[in-house]
């Protein structure tokens, strides 16, 4: 009759092909006897904060590359004591004429009139509805000295034609053609009978009542 015997199956890996006998507990269990257990963990912590670091690169280089999303926009319009569209300053009371800003002298109270970036780029850096683009586009001016009176663009696009959208000479103007390049359609009545002449046909001085004085 044959005996039975048992055989221990052999081991895959002997215990220098796994680097120590706490290692290969490890396999087996993982008790808090198991010095492995606490190593492998580190090993785990290890490769999340690689993977971790790898992610922040990643995400610097597309910022770099793509651009870092600005903020949105602050409101910046406002509507000025004369009912003017205005830039509306950091306290969010105070309003002042668009062609304050970026002229070198603060006036808002915290100075947002004159800020840097703002004024470093003229007028693609300004709030919208503060520009008015002259018929060169090349050349803007202000809102505040669209309908002025005066030829600020240096075409008179600011003061006539449908972009401009001026109103008539107001009783402070004598309408005219202006001899002088400052005026565009009119004068002002107290240029009137100064003895010069302001309009091509003389009628500052033969027609226009002078009742003001500059």
Known sequence: MKSNRTHPQQRLFDDHSLGSPDEDCCGECCRPS?????????????ILLAVGTVLAVVGIILALVFGIPKPPPVNRVCRTADNSTGFLCDDRVTCIPPSDLCNGVVTCPKGADEDTHMCSDLPN???GGLVFRCGNPKFWVFTDKKCNGFNDCGDCSDEIGPYAGCTPCGVYWWPCIPVDFQYCSCIPRCLCRDGRQHCYDWSDEYTCPKSLTC
């Open 34 to 46: 198991c010095r492995c257990c606490s190593r492998r963990a580190v090993c785990l912590s290890s």
């Open 125 to 127: 850096n300004l709030p």
